[in-house]
């Protein structure tokens, strides 16, 4: 149990929807980031958010954007959903300002796009 | 941060050690070893990490050899739910949340 808590588990949309994915971070942690698993590979970086702001982004088109609140929960949301957008969510949070920050993961939330 | 190769898959008897090799040939003087793991439908989850010494936790031993070109991640006495793919990660010590995965080694423990 690590404290971060994805919402929703599950969640099933059609092409050209808009989606909004919620994490609450664990206690204390001020930096929260986001990452997508495709089925059978490892998680790709999407963005990190520190004191509300995007701080550091991977390759991922402007359509995937987020929000940080000031108690360091998140949204990732992703605009104009293509069926490549399937997969699986991760959210993760850890304390910025430690050197070698631990992150803490979410189980994650698996989007399906029809 | 430097390219990480490992065995994609690995099998291991319940009760032995489980040994997972990592090679980081290009690694950087500033770069730490980490490394994760991700049970089934679950998020990656911390194991270790080190710079140049070994290390261990209650997890896990790690064994840096000392040119720091690969490691070895030991689980000393494996039990099923040790069953998951195990990330290692090269990464500067304070780089954000920003992780770098490979494909992992698919480590199975076997009765």
């Known amino acids: 149990e690590t404290g971060v808590t994805q919402s929703p588990t599950h969640l099933i949309k059609t092409r050209g929807q808009q989606v909004t994915l919620r994490c609450s971070s664990q206690s204390g942690h001020n930096t929260v980031s986001w990452y997508q698993q495709a089925l059978g590979q490892g998680p790709q970086f999407i963005f990190q958010y520190y004191r509300e702001e995007e701080n550091g982004r991977g390759n991922f088109p402007p359509r995937f954007s987020g929000l940080q609140f000031p108690n360091y929960s998140s949204e990732l949301n992703v605009n104009a959903l293509e069926l490549d957008d399937s997969a699986l969510y991760l959210c993760?949070?850890?304390?910025?300002?430690?050197?070698?920050?631990?992150?803490?993961f979410g189980s994650g939330t698996q989007l399906s796009v029809l | 941060d430097a390219k990480t190769t490992q065995p994609p898959s690995m099998d291991c008897a319940e009760g032995r050690a489980a040994n997972l090799p990592c090679n980081h040939s290009?690694?950087?003087?500033?770069?730490?070893v980490y490394w994760y793991r991700q049970i089934h439908s679950q998020g990656p989850q911390y194991i270790i990490h080190?710079?140049?010494n070994n290390e261990t936790n209650e997890m896990a031993s790690l064994i840096i050899t000392e040119d720091r070109k690969s490691s070895t991640l030991i689980l000393p006495h494996a039990t099923l739910r040790d069953t998951a793919v195990y990330y290692c990660?090269?990464?500067?010590?304070?780089?954000?949340?920003?992780?770098?995965f490979g494909g992992g080694t698919r480590l199975m423990v076997k009765p």
């Open positions: 290009t690694i950087s003087g500033n770069e730490y």
């Open positions: 080190g710079l140049k």
């Open positions: 990660i090269v990464r500067v010590g304070y780089a954000g949340n920003m992780l770098t």
């Open positions: 993760a949070s850890s304390l910025r300002d430690s050197q070698n920050e631990k992150l803490f």
